[in-house]
C-alpha cells in the first residue's frame, strides 16, 4: 500500500518529454542484466519455444561499447538516448565514475533503452502469444482488449516524482471528470473491489494472461470481488477519492495483484493492440 499516492498533474505540453526522460532512467536500473540474461537462457528448455529467449534478449538494455574520440554527449546523440548525456551519465555513474568528461574506451555503457523501447515490449509479448501452451487463449485475449476510459493520458507512467511513496508515478492516469464509466481492459475476474486507502475506492481484476489491471480513485464501483467481468465491462464510475487533487482514473497494470508489481501500462495495451494517449 503506498504511504501517500496523492497529486495528479493535469496534462501539459511537456509531459511527453517528461515522461521519455523517466522511462528510459528507470528501466535499466530497475532490471539487471545478467539476472534477465539468465532467465531467459532458464526458460528455453522448460518453455520449448526457440523465440522466446530472443525476445527476452532483445528487451534486455542495450550496451555501447567506448571507442575512442567518444564522448557521453557524441554517444548519447548517436545512440539517441532519450535524456541526453546526463541521463546516460546517470545510468552508467558508477562504470564511467565521477568525470562525465572522462570515459574510457572499452567501457561498456547501458543505454538504458529496455523501458523505452516499447516496440521492443511490443516484440517480445508477441512471441509469447505463439507459445503452444497459451495459443487458444492468449489469441482470445490479444483480440479483446480495451481502453479502460475514452479520455486523454494525464501523468505517465513512471514519472519521477517525491509525491510518490515509491518515487514514480506506479501507473497512468486518465483526465476525466467524476461519473464517468470505467471500464475493465480485458475479460477476468475481479480479485477485489472496495477500499484501497490512498487509491480510494478501486477495483483490480486478473486477466487471463496472468496480468492484473488496477483503476482506482472511483466514486462507484460496479462489481465485487469474485466477479467475472467480459472486456469492456463497466467496472465503475471514476471519482476523486483517495490521495488526490482532483478527479480522475490512476491506471495500473501489474504482474501480481499487490502495489509494487508495476509494469508500463500503455505498453502493455499497446501490445494488445489497443493504443492510448
Ligand atoms: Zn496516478
Do not use: C
Not at 575512442?68 to 555513474?93: E, H, M, Q, T
Not at 496480468?211 to 466477479?227: D, E, N, W
Request: zero cysteines; proline letters at 6%; aromatic letters at 6%.
Amino acid at each position: 500500500m503506498p504511504a501517500k499516492h496523492q497529486k495528479h498533474r493535469r496534462p501539459t505540453g511537456v509531459q511527453r518529454l517528461t515522461r521519455s526522460i523517466a522511462v528510459a532512467g528507470t528501466g535499466a536500473v530497475a532490471l539487471g542484466l545478467p539476472l534477465f540474461g539468465a532467465a531467459g537462457a532458464h526458460a528455453a528448455p522448460q518453455q520449448g519455444a526457440q523465440s522466446l529467449p530472443v525476445a527476452a534478449k532483445k528487451a534486455a538494455s542495450e550496451t555501447y561499447k567506448v571507442k575512442k574520440g567518444d564522448s557521453l554527449a557524441k554517444i548519447a546523440d548517436k545512440k539517441k538516448v532519450a535524456g541526453g548525456w546526463k541521463k546516460l551519465y546517470k545510468i552508467n555513474r558508477d562504470v564511467v565514475g565521477d568525470n562525465p568528461r572522462l570515459i574510457k574506451p572499452g567501457t561498456k555503457l547501458d543505454l538504458g533503452k529496455k523501458a523505452a523501447a516499447k516496440p521492443a515490449q511490443a516484440k517480445a509479448a508477441a512471441p509469447k502469444a505463439e507459445a503452444p501452451k497459451t495459443t487458444a487463449a492468449d489469441a482470445a485475449a490479444t483480440g479483446g482488449y480495451t481502453a479502460p476510459a475514452d479520455a486523454a493520458l494525464g501523468t505517465a507512467y513512471r514519472t519521477a516524482g517525491s509525491m510518490w511513496s515509491s518515487g514514480y508515478h506506479t501507473g497512468v492516469d486518465f483526465a476525466l471528470p467524476t461519473g464517468t464509466p470505467l471500464k475493465s481492459v480485458a475479460a477476468g475476474t475481479v480479485v477485489s473491489a472496495g477500499n484501497g486507502g490512498a487509491y480510494g475506492n478501486q477495483v483490480v481484476i486478473q486477466h487471463q494472461d496472468g496480468m492484473y489491471s488496477q483503476y482506482a480513485h472511483l466514486s462507484q464501483l460496479s462489481v465485487s470481488a469474485g466477479q467475472s467481468v467480459t472486456v469492456g465491462q463497466q467496472i465503475g464510475l471514476s471519482g476523486a477519492t483517495g490521495n488526490v487533487t482532483g478527479p480522475h482514473l490512476h491506471f495500473e497494470v501489474r504482474t501480481s495483484p499487490d502495489y509494487g508489481s508495476d509494469v508500463d501500462p500503455v505498453g502493455y495495451l499497446r501490445s494488445h493492440g489497443v493504443s492510448v494517449g
